[in-house]
Every structure is written in structure tokens, then in C-alpha cells.
């Protein structure tokens, strides 16, 4: 069974830092394209940050580039993304997906990412 579990959500003031992992089972994540998203209330799931399958490449959306990280742990079949400088406008459920093959470059599309994670809740005060 393919299952992508997030966790490292919370309640942070604004500027602050928050590491978000996305811990893979049933499958090798490195073999996937994997992806950070978030929604917002009213509003839809975006893209955030992604990594090819290709050659391991990064890409970011304009609004958390120079902000967020996204990294991958192979041996821990885990995925992150570190959130620095974080605003009130970042306030959203993030998941992490994966994607076979469609997903090579720019940020991520919900629309080509087809195993989701249930999301962790993140909170910024200002």
C-alpha cells in the first residue's frame, strides 16, 4: 500500500521556522517526482516546491523562492521542506505528494501528481 504520511505542522509567530517531513511506505520515494503544496481556506491546492526524477532538480513557486527548501533524505525514504521566514500569508494545510513521470520541471501541479499525503496544519501569527 503506497502511503505518504506529513508531520512537523504548527503554530509559529511570523518570521519564524518550521521543518515539514513526508515520510514515504510501500514505495521508493526517490523513484517518484515529489512535491510540497498547500491550500489555503477558499482557495486551491499550489504548488510550492518540487523534485525531478530526471536529475534530482529543485524548482520553486515565485512566492517561496529564497524562503523554502526542499530536500530528500533517500536512505530515509523521507522528504522535507524547510520553511524560513514564514508570513501570515503561508497560513494553509501543506501535503506532500508524489508524481510517476509527468512532473519535469517548474513548480509542481496538483494535477500531475496522483499519491497525496493527508496534510498537516500550518499556522502563522502575526
Known amino acids: 500500500e503506497v502511503q505518504l504520511v506529513e508531520s512537523g505542522g504548527g503554530l509559529v509567530q511570523a518570521g519564524g521556522s518550521l521543518r515539514l517531513s513526508c515520510a514515504a511506505a510501500?514505495?521508493?520515494?526517490?523513484?517518484?517526482?515529489r512535491g510540497w503544496f498547500r491550500q489555503a481556506p477558499g482557495r486551491g491546492r499550489g504548488g510550492l516546491a518540487g523534485i525531478t526524477t530526471s536529475d534530482e532538480s529543485t524548482y520553486y513557486a515565485d512566492s517561496v523562492k529564497g524562503r523554502f527548501t526542499i530536500s530528500s533524505d533517500n536512505a530515509k525514504n523521507t522528504v522535507y521542506l524547510q520553511m524560513n521566514s514564514l508570513e501570515p500569508e503561508d497560513t494553509a494545510v501543506y501535503y506532500c505528494?508524489?508524481?510517476?513521470?509527468?512532473?519535469?520541471?517548474?513548480?509542481?501541479?496538483?494535477?500531475?501528481?496522483?499519491?497525496w499525503g493527508q496534510g498537516t496544519q500550518v499556522t502563522v501569527s502575526s
Open positions: 505528494a508524489a508524481a510517476e513521470g509527468l512532473y519535469s520541471d517548474g513548480p509542481p501541479k496538483a494535477a500531475d501528481f496522483g499519491s
Open positions: 510501500g514505495f521508493t520515494f526517490n523513484d517518484y517526482a
